[in-house]
């Protein structure tokens, strides 16, 4: 590992170096960095085979699930609702989530470390976190279909016609990448000088700052100030979303019917404390409180587990989803 990080940055020329002034080597120094050797798994060496098949089969699976739902929606006229729609778009996040972490760390896995452009590593950040973001906004308005769904049953078609719809999910997909966009050209405009080596298994903010030596104080509180509209704004709604419902559901006199009210909800409850609670323990949590190991186990949950655990609370969970698989599996056997 240490021939890799001299093979790639340690070849600086010492005797012209050593001729500059000290602002000029500085300056030369900010200019050096161009990749970046991400770490991965240090201590998973010796089992690397086998994480990297464990990887492989967990990111397959994603995929397939993710594009299950996304092939049944518009297939079967069961799942033509607002809820299904709001559901293929969290699928296409998952997918995007997934194919931007998992193929570069599969890579780094196998190779006990892989080389990433910098701009390679400010990109997947971009796209990591429009992903996040976007399905956190998703989550918010499949929370505010549901409110409409059970507290408000009777004006539910009125409002949750298609093109509203359809601005729902485009309004949270443009924010979430304009939004983000505006960090990412904020990270461009940074002087990267070292020590060019992240002990992660894929871009995160805090890593990436740690290689700059320009004034990073504008960068790393703009992620804070982002979270406020497109983390925590959101998931107020979500809660107050859930208190209506509790409230509506509580308030039905039969117990078939309460149960009835909640089995539309519960899913897209289970993910939204899944992936929130996975998200708030990696970025709550002081610095102090985390180790290397500790927050890689946290990002794995929500970069890797997350995307594979949604289809399947989704499939597994509804009655819908289990019968338009069987009509679609039916009808691709007997063609």
Same mark, same amino acid.
């Given at each position: 590992m240490d021939d890799l990080i001299q093979h790639q940055y340690g070849e600086t020329n010492i005797t012209e170096t050593s001729a500059l002034s000290q602002d000029a080597l500085e300056v030369t120094n900010m200019t050096i960095?161009?990749?970046?050797?991400?770490?991965?798994?240090?201590?998973?060496?010796?089992?690397?085979v086998l994480t990297f098949c464990v990887l492989l089969v967990i990111y397959f699976l994603t995929i397939v699930g993710n594009l299950m739902i996304i092939t049944l929606v518009p297939?079967?006229?069961?799942?033509?609702?607002?809820?299904?729609?709001?559901?293929?778009?969290?699928?296409?996040?998952?997918?995007?989530?997934?194919a931007n972490i998992v193929p570069n760390m599969?890579?780094?896995?196998?190779?006990e470390g892989g080389i990433i452009s910098l701009m390679g590593c400010i990109a997947?950040?971009?796209f990591f976190c429009s992903s996040e973001c976007s399905e956190c906004l998703l989550l918010t308005v499949m929370s505010y279909d549901r409110y409409l769904a059970i507290c408000n049953p009777?004006?539910?078609?009125?409002?949750?016609?298609?093109?509203?719809?359809?601005?729902?999910?485009?309004?949270?997909?443009?924010?979430?990448?304009?939004?983000?966009?505006?960090?990412?050209?904020?990270?461009?405009?940074?002087?990267?000088?070292?020590?060019?080596?992240?002990?992660?298994?894929?871009?995160?903010?805090?890593?990436?700052?740690e290689l700059s030596c320009s004034d990073t104080y504008v960068a790393a509180l703009e992620p804070y100030?982002?979270?406020?509209?497109?983390?925590?704004?959101p998931f107020? =709604?979500?809660?107050? +979303?859930?208190? !209506?419902? #509790?409230? /509506?559901?509580?308030?039905?006199?039969?117990?078939?019917?309460?149960?009835?009210?909640?089995?539309?909800?519960?899913?897209?409850?289970?993910?939204?404390?899944?992936?929130?609670?996975?998200?708030?323990?990696?970025?709550?949590?002081?610095a102090?409180?985390?180790?290397?190991?500790? =927050?890689?186990?946290? +990002?794995?949950? !929500?970069? #890797?587990? /997350?995307p594979l655990i949604n289809p399947i609370i989704y499939s597994f969970r509804n009655k819908d989803i289990k019968e338009a698989l069987k009509k679609l599996t039916l009808n691709k056997l007997v063609l």
């Amino acid at each position: 590992m240490d021939d890799l990080i001299q093979h790639q940055y340690g070849e600086t020329n010492i005797t012209e170096t050593s001729a500059l002034s000290q602002d000029a080597l500085e300056v030369t120094n900010m200019t050096i960095i161009t990749e970046i050797l991400l770490l991965g798994f240090p201590s998973l060496h010796r089992y690397k085979v086998l994480t990297f098949c464990v990887l492989l089969v967990i990111y397959f699976l994603t995929i397939v699930g993710n594009l299950m739902i996304i092939t049944l929606v518009p297939h079967s006229k069961n799942l033509h609702s607002p809820m299904y729609f709001f559901l293929t778009q969290l699928s296409v996040c998952d997918i995007l989530l997934t194919a931007n972490i998992v193929p570069n760390m599969l890579y780094i896995v196998l190779s006990e470390g892989g080389i990433i452009s910098l701009m390679g590593c400010i990109a997947q950040f971009l796209f990591f976190c429009s992903s996040e973001c976007s399905e956190c906004l998703l989550l918010t308005v499949m929370s505010y279909d549901r409110y409409l769904a059970i507290c408000n049953p009777l004006r539910y078609n009125a409002i949750m016609n298609n093109r509203f719809c359809f601005k729902l999910v485009v309004m949270c997909w443009v924010i979430s990448f304009s939004v983000l966009l505006n960090e990412a050209l904020a990270i461009c405009k940074l002087w990267f000088c070292g020590p060019y080596v992240i002990d992660h298994f894929f871009c995160d903010i805090t890593p990436l700052l740690e290689l700059s030596c320009s004034d990073t104080y504008v960068a790393a509180l703009e992620p804070y100030l982002l979270s406020i509209p497109l983390v925590i704004i959101p998931f107020l =709604i979500i809660i107050i +979303s859930y208190a !209506y419902i #509790v409230f /509506t559901i509580l308030e039905i006199p039969s117990f078939t019917g309460r149960r009835k009210a909640f089995s539309t909800c519960s899913s897209h409850l289970v993910v939204i404390c899944i992936f929130y609670g996975t998200l708030t323990s990696i970025y709550s949590l002081p610095a102090k409180a985390k180790s290397h190991s500790f =927050i890689k186990l946290l +990002s794995l949950l !929500y970069t #890797v587990v /997350t995307p594979l655990i949604n289809p399947i609370i989704y499939s597994f969970r509804n009655k819908d989803i289990k019968e338009a698989l069987k009509k679609l599996t039916l009808n691709k056997l007997v063609l």
